[in-house]
């Protein structure tokens, strides 16, 4: 079936380093791919989305990037604050058919003062 | 706050009794969806609705049911088959087409003793 794998499970990262964390789809259908960010005991929220007419998109700190050959998205976090901590989760789903998206096992993100 | 409700936000209940999770949205979506959450996993749906008067099977429907009479409304009653019902339970809602964002509410932590 349909799925997709996120990686790593957890990340701990130094104030002001990067965080890299990695998705890959299986659907090759799938053209939709949003990033939510779940705050401990929070509802998740949509931090930044791609879609698959695009390789990559910038917003401040956070940028995506998405390579539709192999299938790969990827969430970039510059100058880390210790507010990025958080469970981050990626997505993807297709524009018709049904609406629902798979959603990767999520990412602990640890930013350390 | 972000258009969409869940009451209430703690439920406490005895095995072998039903339970029904209410979850509204007034941003006029069409589609709605229901998630658990368990502690330190991922998101997986329940059951999702794409239109009024229709609703479809998620990954772990077993035990659950649903109801979508109303465009603004999609109530979740876990019943006493599902075997393991302590759960945080999240509720989204988005417009029609899976290239869109989904809206989640504040989640109701259910716990059955």
């Known amino acids: 079936g349909e799925n997709v794998e996120q990686h790593p499970s957890t990340l701990s990262v130094q104030e002001g380093d990067s965080a890299v964390i990695k998705c890959t789809y299986s659907d090759s259908a799938s053209n939709y791919f949003p990033w939510y960010k779940q705050e401990l005991g929070k509802r998740p929220q949509l931090i930044i989305d791609?879609?698959?007419?695009?390789g990559e998109k910038k917003d401040q700190r956070i940028a995506v990037t998405l390579n539709k050959t192999a299938k790969h998205f990827s969430l970039h976090i510059t100058e880390t604050q210790p507010e990025d901590s958080a469970v981050y989760f990626c997505?993807?789903?297709?524009?018709?058919?049904?609406?629902?998206?798979?959603f990767g096992t999520g990412t602990r993100l640890k930013v350390l003062a | 706050d972000g258009g969409i409700t869940q009451s209430p936000k703690y439920l406490f209940r005895k095995e072998g009794q039903n339970v029904t999770l209410s979850c509204e949205q007034n941003l006029n979506h069409d589609a709605m969806y229901w998630y658990r959450q368990d502690p330190g996993q991922g998101l997986r749906l329940i059951y999702y609705s794409q239109i009024v008067n229709d609703f479809q099977k998620g990954d772990i429907a077993e035990g659950y049911s649903v109801s979508r009479e109303k465009k603004e409304s999609f109530p979740l009653t876990v019943t006493s088959a599902q075997k393991n019902p302590t759960a945080f339970y999240l509720c989204a809602s988005s417009m029609a087409g899976g290239s869109h964002e989904q809206y989640f509410g504040p989640g109701t932590r259910l716990t059955v003793t």
């Open positions: 997505a993807a789903s297709r524009a018709s058919g049904t609406y629902k998206y798979i």
């Open positions: 791609i879609r698959s007419n695009v």
